[in-house]
């Protein structure tokens, strides 16, 4: 076996409570674009044929539920963690990967200079999902500017990739989607997602990588192919006529050991390298990799017909799995529904929860506090969509609570129609501006939804910004959509937010909450932050947006923050500096205050 000399700096991100680390990685900016290193967990030394591949074949691909492992495909444990890329492994061989990515005028991906490699891990640190929102939130964190980086070129690459499968981003920039198909709001600094959203574009961009190299240099290797579908005329269906929410039907990607592109990862070649502890695919390939690094002659799985009978076996052994896991959750379920005690739903992940919804409502049985979990669920920031759309389909008991959960978040009703299009029904929904009315100078928007090849409902809303008039129009759409009767409407509050919204501009004025005269004082305590958050809180407007910056001279550290602020048609800036953040705000908050009121 050759060795390496290279040594990868990279940390992970993963649920808090994983051994099975898989892949580590770091990006670096450079001037040609963003310098990718990737490390894979090395299982090259569990040799085919051994009692513990055997094992791996036929689990293929580790269970969970939620984040916790329910059934691991390596079933050795004390081998998994040894090989896993836990911080006390530092030091240990991984399969290396190192590739530029640049992107060109169009934001489309185009990597170059890739490296494979035999290598070995230094770990900058393990990461949880709720670590990075921790990070992005905090402007003062060491890592804070490099995090920032990954998550702002991960969002580039999954927009422009929604954007060539003819996405209109700007409409659906508002929810996304996680690694189980739910819709989510999209929110940088939930706990999750701005995590997950990193790991997934980082890989995907690896696992491009890696299919097109191993192409090119003749190793076999299994593909996740993704092929464009036809219609019942022959016809090949265009991605441009499928709307993102609708993919699923243009058919499941399938492996094969000869490559054919994914279609709806916008790869030529894709194929799963990055998680060989978790699926027997990425085991394979990277064994094959390896013995190619190592000048092996004979590789460990065959290319042609042999490849061919394993991709087989491994679909065939994945639809096994897929199916014991859906009869033992409708078993589940089941006995949930059968259960007439009193009982608690709160142990339940969301999937399994929205199962027994779904059952519920087809039963028609109810059992005690399954509904308040739902409501409860429902006011979490990073809530799946899903709750919505399953109470808004059940009785007017179950819409109420979902419409105050919109009444109360009105941005939450935009998410919530931009998903509706998982119904199989829908095929499309588009928001887009329409003319301010002239009555009052309000600003339009209207919601357009497409279900089936001619029925179109459109809903109109307006409002004194571009983001109020959007809420109505979708509060309306929701409405519309799920058939929510009048009285739910108000007595939710949302046809109180939509007529307070759409009121003319006199009666807006006359509704805010005036501010008092002994409010525009100093702080006596200094805080000037917390001073004008308070005023535009009672005034009704958005808060100041801040631009944080660090720079180091030597030893000397100096933070400086850039406010700016738009209030009655106009555009204020301040800025502040100091040794620390909170001295910088301090200073930059108090600027903004006298530039707003002179008098104080």
Known sequence: MNSSSAVYSCFTI????????????????????????????????????????????????SVYSG??????????????????????????SVMGVTFLLKLDCSGNAECSDVVVERASLSHRGRFSQKDISKILKDASHSLHVEIKSYYDLAIRLMRQRMSNLGVNVDQRSDVYVDSSGTFRPMRPQDEDVSGYI????????TNMVLSIWALRQGVPVLFRNHIERRDQTGDVVSLADMPFTKLHDMGQAFLSATNQGHIALQAPAYGWFTSPLRRFVDFVNQHNIMAYLDGVVVFPYAGGKPMRELAAEIEQHLGSVDDHYKLQMKKRVARILENDKPQGFRHLTDNVLLRVVDEAFKAEVYPKGLL??????????????????????????????????IAMRPVRAVSVVSSIGVNDSVLDVEFHDIPSNPENGLLGQSVTLLSGPITKIERQGFG??????????????????????????????????????EASGSQKQANRTPVKKGFLEMPSDGNFKGKMLEFCQKSKVSAPKAVVRKVEEGVKVEHSIELTFPFKEKTLTAQGKGSTIKAAEKIAYKSLMQSLFPEI
Request: hydrophobic share 40%; charged share 30%; net charge negative.
């Open 198 to 205: 990193i790991v997934q574009e980082i890989m995907i961009a």
């Open 14 to 61: 993963d649920s808090a409570g994983s051994l099975d680390l898989d892949d580590a990685f770091s990006v670096t900016r450079e001037e040609e674009g963003w310098r990718i290193r990737c490390c894979i967990a090395d299982v090259s030394s569990i040799e085919r044929g051994s009692p513990l591949e055997a094992a791996a074949r036929k689990n293929v691909v």
């Open 372 to 405: 308040e979990e739902c409501a409860r669920r429902m006011k979490s920031d990073n809530a799946s969509l899903r709750f919505h759309h399953a109470c808004l389909a059940g009785s007017p008991d179950w819409q109420l609570v979902a419409m105050k959960d």
């Open 464 to 501: 004194r910004s571009k983001a109020i008039a959007k809420q109505c129009a979708a509060m309306r759409m929701v409405v519309e959509y799920y058939d929510v009767p009048d009285g739910v409407g108000v007595a939710s509050g949302v046809a109180t937010f939509i007529s307070q919204a």
């Open 67 to 92: 984040d916790a492992l329910r059934k691991a495909m390596l079933p050795d444990e004390k081998v998994a963690e040894r090989l896993s890329l836990l911080p006390e492994n530092s030091g240990q």
